[in-house]
Every structure is written in structure tokens, then in C-alpha cells.
């Protein structure tokens, strides 16, 4: 099973990115080999859509599990079409979250908001 | 002849002095390109109004045909399309109607369909015809509705007054693309001389003659006045700061009706049409 978390930074002890579509990183783990990869998010820096590119960057990741703060409306839909399942993360780190989830303690991700676009997110 | 009333904020008075000159000039035609929030109707409440809609177009795709080869997800920059599980996904209101994705489809999975974005409404109010363009809430631009607008008055002969956006992004530019002179209204504010500036930026670009008009102007020391001054800016134009003023346009009425006021606005296109004659011999 893959699991894939927005990331600030290409290290573990990395907070979990705040923005979805827009985080420079998503880290890829697969939990059969334990092993995890951080891949650039090419979405970050488009103009527009971003959530929907980096939905597309994830799925063709064949991630199963998604573990995000937030995510956009747009994004929902593309993951809608695959069998991608979205968790909540908490405060910490991306192997603090990558645990939690193992370990049972995330909840799914049930508000999606629309989209940011430059005013407001907090 | 084509005027742009335009300015670098909300609030500043374009759609006041654009009302006030095309009632003034009695024969003409006024354009309200405010699409997100026409109000010069509420001024002129124009009557025999003729309502059309406003399309774009944006893709629409065949699953049965479509291959799967992203090439139309590859090539739009504004992340319109996914491809998820052999399923291409179109989002509309990302869509900026360029045609691309439906140009380099290899299996002629897309075509196009019309998505409508607001209308126009045009009206009769005495001896103007009053032009509405309407964005419906929600649409991301309202820059077909101007297009739109453009060409219905492209063949305008009767002086006709555009009732710009806010702002100088790239609605304003659609809008003042046919003016033969721009009407730069700023009030004399910090803030106001900051985004007079920004429009003067888009007019020199566009290569437009202009010139300036200062609306809420008090006895005091005028920011406005002093940097047109110093830069060889045409003021074509002081409106004063005045309670009557301002209850008689918040009544909806048109000030240029009222005797007090209809000397100004006279005087303001006298003014406007002299500098777009003088421009035309300076420049044939």
C-alpha cells in the first residue's frame, strides 16, 4: 500500500505541507517495502489548477492513502475517480503523521473547501 | 468617437462622469464593461430592453473515443483536464476556453460546447442607448462579455462613452482597446495618486491619448493636481466634494440634469472631444 503526504522539505522530520496543491513535495511510502521517496510536486508553481495537477501527480503515484491538512474541491474530484483515501493529518512531522496513520489514529479527511486562489487559507 | 472612462480603483467616480457625459451628449451610447457590477442603469433605467446571453466555449470529451494519451492534459497550463483510471476529466471553471486540448486531441474524443458565463442587456433612456454587460456570480472572467461588447459598438458611429472596470489588469485593456481617448478619473488621495498611476502605466502602453479628470476635489492642497502638473497631464476637469452632489447621484438621478451640475459636465466634454480633435491633427 502507498501513502503519500504533502511535504515543506525533502527530509522525514519535515512539517506536513499546510497547502495540498501547492506543497514543493510529496512524500511517496510504500508500507510492504518500508521504503519512501520524496517526489517534486510540478503543480507548485502553476499559475492555475494547481489542485488538480498535483491530484493528477499523486494518483498516477498509485497512492492509496493520502494524509493532507486540506483539500481543495477540485482535487476531491480527481481522487472521486480513483479509490485514493484522504486522512487528516495532526501537528508534526511527516514520519509523526506516517505513524499515526499505522498506528490507527488519523481520521478521514471529510471538508474539502473551495478553492484559495490567493485571498485568504488560514 | 470612443471614450474610456477608466481608473485604478473602485469608488472613484468613472461610472459618474461616464453617465454624466453620455447624458450630456445627448445622441450617444453608453457601455457599462463593469461586469461584475453594472450599476450605470440605475442612473439612465433604460426601457425596451433586448437581453442576450453570453457563451464560452469549453470542452467536453467522449469517453467511448478517448485514449487516454494525455495530450490534452500535458498541454493545458491552467490545469483544466485530469486523466485518472482511463477517465478524462474536464473542470469548467478552470477552463479558459482556448480550443487547445481540442485542436491536439488525436481521436476527436473533445469537442466544444457552450457554457454561459452573463448577458448583455441593451436599452433605450431618452436619446442614449445604454449597453449592460453582466457576468453571472461565480464565473472566473468576464473578459468574452467585453469582447462581446466591443463588437456589438465597433461600428458605433454616435459618441460612445465605456464604462470601464476597476483596476488596469486585462479587462481594463480588452475595454479601452477601441477608445480614441481615456478618461483617467483619481481622487486626490495617497491611494488614489498611487493608482492613477498604475492606469497611466496601461495607457502609455496602449498608446492612448489621456487625460485626467479629479473628482472629490476640496479646496486643500490636490495630490492629483500637483503630480499632473509636474508630469504635462491634461486635467480636463475638477469635480467638487459636495454633499449635493453626492445625494443627487445616491438618489440614482443623473447630476448633468440638474442646473447646478449640467455646466460641468458640458464643459467636461467640450474639453474631452477638443483634446480628441486635436489629436487627430496632430497625429494625421
Known amino acids: ?122 | 468617437m470612443k471614450f474610456a472612462v477608466l481608473s485604478g480603483k473602485g469608488g472613484t467616480g468613472k461610472t459618474l462622469v461616464s453617465v454624466n457625459l453620455a447624458a450630456v451628449a445627448k445622441d450617444s451610447v453608453y457601455v457599462d464593461c463593469d461586469v461584475e457590477e453594472p450599476n450605470g442603469h440605475l442612473y439612465f433605467k433604460p426601457t425596451e430592453i433586448e437581453t442576450e446571453t453570453v457563451a464560452i466555449k469549453i470542452p467536453i470529451v467522449d469517453e467511448d473515443l478517448c485514449l487516454g494519451c494525455r495530450k490534452c492534459v500535458d498541454f493545458c497550463k491552467f490545469n483544466a483536464l485530469a486523466a485518472i483510471v482511463n477517465k478524462l476529466l474536464v473542470f469548467d471553471d478552470i477552463c479558459h476556453s482556448c480550443g487547445g486540448c481540442i485542436m491536439l486531441c488525436p481521436s476527436n474524443a473533445l469537442t466544444e460546447k457552450d457554457k454561459v458565463i452573463g448577458e448583455i442587456k441593451t436599452g433605450i433612456s431618452e436619446e442614449v442607448k445604454v449597453i449592460s454587460g453582466i457576468l453571472n456570480t461565480g464565473e472566473a472572467s468576464g473578459i468574452p462579455i467585453i469582447k462581446d461588447l466591443m463588437k456589438k459598438t465597433a461600428n458605433e458611429k454616435r459618441m460612445t462613452l465605456i464604462d470601464c472596470p476597476p483596476g488596469s489588469a486585462c479587462i481594463v485593456m480588452e475595454s479601452i482597446q477601441d477608445a480614441d481617448y481615456c478618461i483617467l478619473v483619481a481622487e486626490p488621495t495617497v491611494f488614489g495618486l498611487h493608482n492613477l498611476q498604475l492606469v497611466l502605466q496601461l495607457v502609455k502602453l496602449f498608446n492612448k491619448p489621456y487625460g485626467v479628470v479629479i473628482n472629490k476635489c476640496m479646496e486643500s492642497e490636490n495630490l492629483i493636481q500637483t503630480f499632473c502638473i509636474e508630469n504635462k497631464i491634461k486635467v480636463l476637469s475638477k469635480i467638487p466634494f459636495e454633499s449635493d452632489l453626492g445625494a443627487i447621484n445616491s438618489d440614482g438621478e443623473i447630476a448633468a440634469k440638474s442646473e447646478k451640475y449640467n455646466g460641468l459636465f458640458s464643459e467636461l466634454l467640450q474639453a474631452v472631444v477638443k483634446e480628441v480633435e486635436h489629436e487627430t491633427v496632430t497625429h494625421s
Do not use: W
Open chain 1, 1 to 122: 500500500m502507498k501513502i503519500a503526504i504533502p511535504a515543506d522539505e525533502k527530509v522525514l522530520a519535515s512539517d506536513v505541507c499546510m497547502s495540498f496543491g501547492r506543497a514543493p513535495y510529496f512524500y511517496i511510502y510504500e508500507t510492504l517495502t518500508k521504503m519512501g521517496d520524496f517526489i517534486e510536486n510540478e503543480a507548485a508553481n502553476s499559475p492555475g489548477g494547481a489542485g488538480v495537477k498535483a491530484a493528477q501527480i499523486v494518483a498516477d503515484s498509485h497512492a492509496d492513502i493520502l494524509i493532507t491538512p486540506r483539500c481543495g474541491e477540485n482535487a476531491a474530484e480527481v481522487f472521486k475517480a480513483t479509490a485514493l483515501q484522504i486522512y487528516k493529518s495532526k501537528n508534526g512531522s511527516i514520519s509523526d503523521n506516517l505513524n499515526a496513520y499505522l498506528d490507527d489514529k488519523l481520521s478521514k479527511l471529510e471538508n474539502f473547501h473551495a478553492g484559495f486562489h490567493g485571498v485568504g487559507g488560514n
